[in-house]
């Protein structure tokens, strides 16, 4: 029963991220450092995650967020890296959309990640996707659609 497997492994992994995940933010003020490698183990699970199953939006997602973090921290240290994280937390988030097309949240998600990677056009782009997607309710004060 690959089947089976396949959706214990995408289950597990993904349940492991996201306790990393919660345990990384109770750190996060205390012990940046530790909290961020919290974080990347996180992000090894929303991997592992996703490749189990790669027709799940939710870990593809998860595993650009996780990146977003780790461009975050790059960012706080001024690392010349963080625009090349941002980049791939984008395109992370633009194959989570392709999985859940009518997903805003992740449309909004890409747009933000592309402002942060210096990509000014794809962030227009995507936040006009998202704004159309994204119920009246969830936007933002000043994001007419």
């Known amino acids: 029963m690959p089947q089976d497997s396949t959706s214990t492994d995408y289950s597990s992994h993904l349940q492991a991220g996201n306790a990393l995940v919660a345990q990384a933010q109770k750190l996060a003020t205390q012990d940046f ?3 961020r490698s919290l974080w990347q183990a996180a992000g090894k699970e929303f ?3 996703h490749k189990a199953d790669m027709n799940q939006a939710e870990a593809a997602f998860r595993l650009a ?3 977003m973090a780790e461009a ?3 960012q706080k240290e001024d690392n010349n890296n963080a625009l090349l994280m ?3 937390a984008a395109a992370q988030c633009e194959l989570a959309f392709d999985l859940s097309p009518e997903d805003g949240r992740i449309a909004m998600t890409a747009a ?5 990677a210096g990509q000014t056009d794809a962030a227009k782009a995507w936040q006009q996707i998202g704004k159309q997607l994204l119920p ?3 936007q933002q004060p000043g994001q007419n659609a």
């Open 33 to 35: 450092a530790q909290a």
């Open 47 to 49: 991997y592992l995650a």
């Open 65 to 67: 967020q996780a990146w």
């Open 72 to 74: 975050h921290a790059l």
């Open 86 to 88: 941002w980049a791939n």
């Open 112 to 116: 933000s990640c592309h402002y942060f």
């Open 136 to 138: 009246a309710s969830e």
